[in-house]
């Protein structure tokens, strides 16, 4: 966890020294962000585990955002908080709620016009901590799922004075694994899918 930390102090200096040499360019705009989100995983079609089925609960994030603007396009790293929760229901009704924290960093790069703003980017995942919580059952149950390292995010937004808002969606260029463990059983291993849909609003200062 020591070492993931200095990870992350180095990301952010990084972005933070990357930011303050292209100033002369442009003006650069700090802020916070805040969002919900609502997540779905899949599990291949061809793996049968005795479920599975995996609500989309809500989930949440909570950020930074530095905004390099230049003529026409902008820059937009952002250092991010998010926590994913989503609950898998079992055939013998069984449960499990399933939270997965990361840090989170998504380089983003815009198109602006007037007020309105489209953007894609990668987000890089740099720690991430799953949890598990049983219901409706004494058998013990683990889910345990990794994250790609990459991910992306598409979307657009509108921005009325230093308020902004925006709609993505996001997605991963690697399938995650999630690993669940039920009782005394082995582990089994199934590759899914998940993707998740954010409303974020931000102020910069």
Not at 23 to 39: C, D, L, V, Y
Not at 49 to 59: C, E, R
Not at 102 to 121: D, H, Q, S, T, Y
Not at 177 to 184: A, M, N, P, R, Y
């Amino acid at each position: 966890m020591i070492k993931k930390c200095l990870l992350a102090t180095v990301i952010i200096m990084t972005i933070c020294t990357i930011t303050n040499r292209i100033a002369a360019k442009g003006p650069i705009q700090f802020g916070i962000k805040a969002g919900i989100q609502t997540q779905s995983i899949h599990a291949s079609k061809d793996e049968v585990l005795g479920m599975f089925s995996a609500d989309k609960d809500f989930g949440y994030q909570l950020g930074f955002v530095a905004r390099i603007n230049l003529p026409m396009f902008y820059i937009q790293p952002e250092l991010v908080y998010a926590s994913h929760r989503f609950t898998m229901d079992m055939e013998d009704n069984a449960s499990t709620k399933v939270k997965v924290k990361n840090m989170e960093v998504p380089v983003l790069f815009g198109w602006k016009i007037a007020f309105f703003r489209l953007f894609a980017g990668p987000v890089f995942t740099i720690m991430t901590d799953t949890g598990n919580k049983m219901q409706n059952t004494t058998t013990a149950i683990n889910a345990e799922l990794s994250k790609s390292v990459v991910a992306y995010e598409v979307g657009g937004g509108v921005e009325f004075g230093r308020i902004n808002v925006d709609m993505r969606y996001g997605g991963q260029f690697k399938r995650p694994e999630l690993s669940v463990i039920k009782g005394d059983l082995p582990a089994s291993i199934y590759k899914t899918g998940m993707n998740q849909w954010q409303l974020n609003v931000c102020y910069l200062f």
